[in-house]
């Protein structure tokens, strides 16, 4: 959780952080082709990449004709972000500037804002608030935002944990290895040279190295202790589900006084029990920090149990209509399922889409999505999976039809953290069961 600020900006300083999300593909080829493919939408505008990292975004909107771009950085990150844009020869273009958007004064309004602002579940770190704070401010009218649209949804699922073996701490030649693959790539695909940083980086994981190697001595734990692992899951003990009687929040919205934790999860489409539904949507040109801080959605989701079974991929369906979501492509066929291969439906599945459409005034001629589904390839963000705990398994992994409220809202200290409570209604029991948990 975060206390402060601080806790929320520390790890985005270190190149460490930022290299996790320069190697997530999708991220990536996504954001690269909703503004090279719209490069008519950049040319001779004025674009403010809010929260830049490494000035990857930033770079490529100069590298689209944008006349300037303001590459504005919270973090010490800025520095590394000037290197960058330096070193490939854009700082008349690429102006960077490190400040928090909220406080900093541009010398003029923009026409696009590009920002990669998603946190887990979509809104966990609070960063659109931000967005949303330099859109009110700084947003030339008939301007866009990339991404411009936003989808979240909800499935029933089948949670099946995989105990991995603990991970290994990545030596400091395999991260330097890391980098320079890396680093060859992004000038492969991008046309982006991060060469530049090498030296930063190798200076920053010498003093990491240093640092863990004292609190191993020390006793200390391990900061990076594999939870970011595809497929390491956890599963729902015992001692989680015996809070049961406190598993529901008040009524007036406030947290209860046990939250269970949400499981990060990297899911096949073959986890998917049910047809997925959108549980909140909005344009980001519109939405307010208030429509944020807490939204409810009615669902009644169809649990087939037949669905959740084998593991092969789902395809999409080239009949759909241009423009659907990955979530809404996606069809099965388990008609070869023998019975010993059912599983039960213990679990629903939360993922989002960001679309990147331009604005009502200005669209783009070619919208792109960034979808992180199980159904596309996988993403450092992952899904948000909610267990059922045991309490209250008997009823709700047997039921056909999954009734009830998905209810996100902020936390009362920070609007950077959310909880999530579901309150079930099944087909088979009237009575209503609430359930919290929190997003980790």
Request: glycine share 6%.
């Amino acid at each position: 959780a975060f206390s402060d600020e601080g806790d929320y900006f520390y790890p985005y300083a270190f190149l460490t952080d930022q290299k996790k999300m320069l190697e997530d593909a999708p991220r990536m080829e996504a954001y690269h082709a909703a503004i090279m493919e719209n490069a008519d939408h950049f040319a001779g505008k004025a674009v403010l990449d809010c929260g830049t990292g490494t000035g990857i975004l930033a770079i490529w909107a100069a590298q689209a004709g944008a006349r300037v771009v303001y590459a504005v950085e919270a973090t010490d990150m800025a520095k590394h972000a000037r290197t960058l844009v330096d070193s490939n020869g854009l700082s008349e273009q690429v102006k960077v500037i490190k400040g928090k958007i909220e406080t900093l004064t541009l010398p003029e309004q923009v026409d696009i804002i590009v920002s990669e602002w998603m946190g887990l579940l979509l809104l966990r770190d609070g960063m659109l608030n931000s967005v949303i704070a330099a859109r009110d401010k700084w947003l030339a009218p008939g301007g866009s935002l990339f991404p411009s649209h936003c989808e979240l949804f909800l499935a029933p699922s089948v949670y099946r944990p995989v105990h991995s073996p603990a991970a290994v701490k990545a030596s400091h030649e395999q991260v330097l290895s890391e980098w320079q693959e890396l680093v060859v790539g992004i000038k492969a695909m991008y046309n982006v040279d991060y060469s530049c940083l090498t030296s930063a980086l190798t200076r920053e994981k010498d003093t990491y190295h240093l640092q863990s190697a004292i609190e191993d001595i020390l006793g200390g734990g391990d900061p990076d202790d594999g939870s970011d692992l595809d497929c390491d899951f956890e599963e729902c003990t015992d001692s989680d589900s015996d809070a049961g009687s406190e598993l529901r929040g008040d009524a007036d919205g406030a947290a209860g006084s046990t939250a269970l934790a949400s499981k990060w999860t990297s899911l096949k489409s073959d986890c998917l029990c049910g047809q997925p539904i959108v549980v909140k949507a909005f344009d980001c040109h519109s939405v307010t920090v208030e429509e944020l801080e807490s939204f409810r959605c009615q669902f009644e989701l169809q649990v087939d149990h037949h669905n959740s079974i084998r593991a092969h991929e789902n395809a999409p369906d080239e009949g759909a209509p241009e423009g659907t979501s990955p979530a809404m492509q996606a069809k099965k066929d388990f008609s070869s399922l023998q019975p010993s291969e059912l599983h039960p439906c213990n679990s629903l599945t939360c993922w989002f889409d960001v679309w990147f459409r331009g604005s009502d005034a200005s669209p783009t001629n070619a919208p792109r999505v960034l979808s992180t589904g199980p159904a596309v390839p996988a993403t450092h963000w992952g899904q948000q999976t909610f267990v059922f705990p045991s309490l209250y398994a008997d009823t709700l992994v047997e039921a056909r039809t999954l009734q009830g409220t998905f209810h996100v809202f902020q936390l009362p200290k920070t609007h950077r953290m959310y909880n999530v409570r579901l309150q079930f209604s099944s087909a088979r029991e009237d009575q209503a069961q609430t359930i919290e948990y929190q997003i980790e």
